[in-house]
């Protein structure tokens, strides 16, 4: 009876999460297919704290590229996405494992892989002469470490990282929760040169005036305000309309998701000159990152807004 009961235990346990993890409010009922979840779900949890150990992770990158009046395209910042070379799922990409990481709290070893990674590729891009900024996504757990910021600063100062090759992106829920003590660690960094920018601008409930006190300097617009903008002339006006209150605030606007030319156009009319996007180019390697773009004229720093 003591067995069965603890399996009836786990089982309810791991509906429950699953309900969770679906929106609270709502039941689920246990089947075989939550119990292969929940058991593939522990086995990425064990490979992920090995992989962790044994260096499986990499980077790639994906061009923001900024396109001038006259046309040229240049690529500004390139953002900086994990991967899971996994010895026996081959290449395993962030969304099947940053949520198993989130949940286990092992999302703070990997995010201390990828700050260390990143400084030390910016600061090996700017002796180098490449000075385009990697932009880095902090996630809510990491921010909530109370010597994140003393990490961060010493992964800085062990590679020699100059901070304007630096860009953090924060999502727009965390931004607007953002304590005091956070939002004087971001002002700091701000003021030595690293970049902040929000990530999916338009997914949560933005405070408008709370946007306007925030030390951030560029807001990268979700890909859901821009998918049918080419189509629907509701999707137009909203998108306009966002673009241009972020741009009045005094800060950059980053479109994200872009993957057609004609989004591209009407977006251009609009006034948007930064893109990122599979129209405009997939993360890749370093190696071909660098042969790509490495060649473009090294950007020059924008004057930053003051709060």
Known sequence: HGDSLSALLRSADIAMYHAKHEGRGRAEMFTAELALEAADRAELERDLLLGLERDEFLLEFQPQIEMSHGGVAQAVTA???VRWVHPERALIMPGAFVPVAEESGMI???????MSRVCETAARWARSGVHQRIAINISTRELAQADF???????????QTPPPMLELEITESLAMDMDERVLGQLSALRQDGVRIAIDDFGTGYSN??????LPVDRVKIDRSLVRDIATSAEARTICSA?????QGLGMEVVIEGVETQAQMDMLRVIGC????????????GEAQYLDRYATAPAVEPTERRSL
């Open 149 to 159: 910021f003393l990490r961060l600063r010493h992964a800085m100062a062990t590679h």
């Open 108 to 114: 703070v070893a990997l995010g201390d892989w990828v």
């Open 273 to 284: 000159t930064l893109f990122q996007g599979y129209h405009l180019a997939r993360p890749m």
């Open 242 to 246: 966002v673009v241009g209150l972020i």
């Open 79 to 81: 953002e900086a996405l």
């Open 208 to 213: 408008l005036a709370r946007l306007r006190e």
